[in-house]
């Protein structure tokens, strides 16, 4: 929830002290909130809780999930991710299987839930820079979308799904005391609208693909200092387990692999080696069921004493290709 950002910051930034202090299960408190932040096979886990009103159980189960149950006024988050120190890049896709039930009789006004891929973005004392991609919502009506202030940007697809794309920015003082510019990005998917009782929600992310979609529109958060996957909740109890989730790096495209007529031995070049080679595959092609592209030099469908003149006319420099 964007007007609830300082909690994140100061949880972000006292993960970071804690993680500098060698501290293996590190705890905060400060004001009325508090965090938590564990890891465990090579993720981070945290839950925060806003105010000592609030109350929470989170449990990493050792399997790469976990199990968390809270009852909250105002707002609280459980993750797994990469929470104490920034991920290698921004080309992440983020997965999961997430079991999760709202107490629809502990609903508060403005009730609100939702599972999604959650960044924040390296910045500086006067800029805090936030991303929300929200895959499943409980209560969607109360979404920060629908705060005063947002821009719709517009939509894209990814992974099948139609996500459309919000952009807020606030400047106000932080806890800090720093005239701040909090910048909210949130892309939502559509018809992501799901009940208080929701056995498995299941879904992957790309998040690089959610960025370069904002940067089309003129909006670059910056790089990634931390990515998790979140169960967020505001004003209502419930529980949430989180069965899987792997916060994985998507492959670079690869360029496919080009044969080059005449390259037998594929070294990438075409030179003398190439011309010996070439001996062998007029002996084998004597046999009228072998073929081999690579040596039809002239492309008439057969190897022949005519295709070893153009490799060695070419080797020799007598031929341009």
Known sequence: MGHLFLKRVLSSVS??????????????????????????????????????EDSADFTPDGNGGFDAEWSTISLCYFSKGFIKEKPASDNFSVSYDVTLDIDAESLGENALAYVCAY?????????????????????SVNSPIHNDGVEELGSFTSNGNVYDLYYRKVIQRSIAGYQTEFNYYYSVRRADDIGASSPHLTGSINVKEHLDAFREHGKDPGSLARLSLNVEAYKCSGSAKLNSCEITENKLNEQPEVNVIGDLNGDSRIDSFDVILFRSELIKAKDATYTNHLADIDSNGKIQVNDLVLITSFVLGKRAK
């Open 15 to 52: 993960a970071a002290v804690c993680a500098a202090a060698l501290l293996s299960v590190p705890v905060f408190s400060a004001g009325a909130w508090q965090s938590e932040v564990t890891t465990a096979g090579g993720y981070d886990y945290e839950y925060m809780l806003d105010c000592d």
């Open 119 to 139: 960044g924040v973005f390296a910045g500086s004392d006067d800029q805090f820079t936030e991303i929300f991609i929200t895959d499943s919502t409980f209560n």
